[in-house]
């Protein structure tokens, strides 16, 4: 029988980061981003979100409910990245 591995993560834990993801972030808010460091910077943040994860931790009901919070700006943020151009333009 496989043995169960605790997990000790909790979703206000800092996510995982690189160097090279810092940086990206940093030229994104200066507006000096160029192609690759926009797209690493926003898949950054939508995966620092949690926006693809599970957020039902047993047990710990303030935990998921932290984790569904965070998540919900992954999904706001995945949302407007995905309309299409037709409600943009309805939009303005």
């Known amino acids: 029988m496989a043995r169960k ?3 000790t993560h909790q979703p206000w834990h800092p996510y995982t980061w690189e160097p090279a993801d810092a940086y990206a972030l940093q ?3 200066k507006g ?3 192609e690759g460091q926009q ?3 926003i898949d950054w943040i939508i995966r620092s979100a949690g926006t693809y994860d599970a957020t039902f931790y ?3 009901h303030d935990a998921s409910d932290f984790a569904q919070g965070s998540r919900h700006v992954g999904l706001q943020i995945v949302k407007l ?3 299409p151009a ?4 309805k939009a303005k």
């Open 27 to 29: 030229a994104l808010a």
């Open 39 to 41: 797209k690493r910077a």
């Open 81 to 83: 990245l995905n309309l």
């Open 86 to 89: 037709t409600v943009i333009e």
């Open 32 to 34: 000096i981003a160029n």
């Open 58 to 60: 047993v047990g710990q």
């Open 5 to 7: 591995t605790i997990t």
